[in-house]
């Protein structure tokens, strides 16, 4: 029987494993758990996972709010780099 070393079993391992403050929303209401976008106008519950168990955070009104939330959107990244100087076109003769 071939068995793995440890380590590179370790690291597979943690590979699978989520990462801590990850965010997931679940639905507040009566009945099974379905699809999130179901009911979109019941009430979610944000949770995170701390590495260990997933731990309440808040609750929200909606889905949309629950995907704000979860998903939010990129700010702008501003860069303070100046433009490259202009070089001059080679078709033409100085």
């Not at 979109?40 to 629950?66: K, S, T």
């Not at 998903?71 to 702008?76: A, I, M, W």
């Not at 990244?77 to 001059?88: F, M, T």
Request: charged letters at 25%.
């Amino acid at each position: 029987m071939n068995d793995e070393p440890l380590d590179r079993w370790a690291a597979r391992r943690q590979g699978r494993l989520r990462a801590p403050g990850e965010l997931k929303a679940v639905t507040l209401g009566s009945g099974p758990h379905r699809a999130a976008h179901m009911n979109p106008d019941a009430p979610r519950m944000i949770l995170e996972w701390d590495g260990f168990a997933w731990q309440a955070l808040m609750i929200v009104d909606n889905f949309a709010e629950a995907c704000r939330i979860l998903y939010p959107t990129p700010q702008p990244q501003q860069h303070a780099q100046p433009a490259p100087p202009k070089q001059p076109g080679r078709h033409r003769k100085p």
